[in-house]
């Protein structure tokens, strides 16, 4: 992943899908106001290359031990096109609530 976080600094991170195609997802950060809140343009290289979106990730305590955030994700041409996006949010978030989990 590379990563200027600062507001107009650009990001960019590489994977490969499940079937093990490469993919990338890259933006510019809008907001960046720790620890509460994330804002980021987000577009990606696969199927109608070019539709931009913008995600914003907003962090509020729940209590001492838990973090509540919320993802908002918009930009979206076609329903189907969220719902996949849907789908691929659920997996990342999964994948940091793992991250975060005591070893």
């Given at each position: 992943m590379q990563s200027d976080?600062?507001?107009g600094g650009k990001w960019r991170t590489e994977g490969k899908t499940a079937d093990?195609?490469?993919f990338a997802v890259l933006g510019e950060y809008t907001r960046?106001?720790?620890p509460k809140a994330l804002?980021?343009?987000w577009n990606h290289d696969w199927g109608q290359s070019g539709l931009p979106?913008?995600?914003r990730a907003d962090r509020a305590d729940a209590d001492v031990l838990r973090t509540h955030v919320?993802?908002?994700h918009s930009g979206f041409t076609s329903v189907s096109d969220?719902?996949?996006h849907n789908k691929g949010w659920q997996r990342?978030?999964?994948w940091l609530n793992a991250y975060l989990q005591p070893r």
């Open positions: 976080l600062r507001v093990g195609r490469p960046v106001d720790p804002g980021f343009t979106g913008d995600a919320t993802l908002t969220r719902d996949d990342v978030l999964a």
